[in-house]
């Protein structure tokens, strides 16, 4: 059984970092790609960054280029996001997802995407 489980969130003031961690199992990362989601209170959810499962390849939303870095580790079959520079708008609970199709449906097909973790609250707040 695929599952996914997200940890690392938690309290950062504003222009601090987080790294955010998400544990993969049922699966190995060079199997699907896979990649982070947020969600804000009153929002839809949206995609935040994604990473290849063959050539690692990474795409990134224009709102967090230049501040987030996704990574994974397949030896410990765990993907990463890497943020600095916060702002109070990345508070958001941040979802770890999969999918054969996931970066075509990155943009507008997040709701077709197969597996989900359950989620990690980030905030930021002086």
């Known amino acids: 059984q695929l599952q996914l489980v997200e940890s690392g969130g938690g309290l950062v003031q504003p222009g601090g970092s987080r790294r955010l961690s998400c544990a993969a199992s049922g699966f190995t990362l060079d199997s699907y790609p896979i990649g982070w989601f947020r969600q804000a209170p009153g929002k839809e959810r949206e995609g935040v960054s994604c990473i290849s499962s063959s050539d690692g390849s990474t795409y990134y939303a224009d709102s967090v280029k230049g501040r987030f870095t996704i990574s994974r580790d397949n030896a410990k079959n765990t993907v990463y996001l890497q943020m600095n520079s916060l702002k109070p708008e990345d508070t958001a609970v941040y979802y770890c997802?999969?999918?054969?199709?996931?970066?075509?449906?990155?943009?507008?097909?997040?709701?077709?995407?197969?597996?989900w973790g359950q989620g990690t609250q980030v905030t930021v707040s002086s």
């Open positions: 997802a999969s999918d054969p199709l996931l970066r075509e449906r990155f943009e507008l097909g997040w709701y077709k995407i197969r597996y």
